[in-house]
Nanobody, 115 residues
Framework: QVQLVESGGGLVQPGGSLRLSCTVS????????MGWYRQAPGKQRELVAT???????SYAASVKERFAISRDNAKNTMYLQMNSLKPEDTAVYYC?????????WGKGTLVSVSA
């Protein structure tokens, strides 16, 4: 059974930084197209960033230049380095893994940006 577990969320002041991690178990991590999504209160889930099996990355316009996605296949882990955080980045952040018709999600980690 494939499991995705996010960690690293918390409360941070505006302008601060956090690093989220997503660890995958139960399957070969390197085969998956990975992504981070987020859902703010009262809003739909939105794509934040993705990283392919060949390390090609893409970002939502709202986080480009501030966030960096990466993966370490040896550790079965994906990361999201978040810098210059803003109150509007407050959301539950979810990890996603995709391969063909397989689509897996973690349970999320809460990021709160507030003074």
């Amino acid at each position: 059974q494939v499991q995705l577990v996010e960690s690293g969320g918390g409360l941070v002041q505006p302008g601060g930084s956090l690093r989220l991690s997503c660890t995958v178990s139960g399957s070969l991590f390197s085969i998956y197209f990975m992504g981070w999504y987020r859902q703010a209160p009262g809003k739909q889930r939105e794509l934040v960033a993705t990283i392919s099996t060949t390390y090609v990355t893409s970002y939502a316009a709202s986080v480009k230049e501030r966030f960096a996605i990466s993966r370490d296949n040896a550790k079965n882990t994906m990361y999201l380095q978040m810098n210059s955080l803003k109150p509007e980045d407050t959301a539950v952040y979810y990890c996603n893994a995709q391969k063909y018709d397989m689509d897996y999600w973690g349970k999320g980690t809460l990021v709160s940006v507030s003074a």
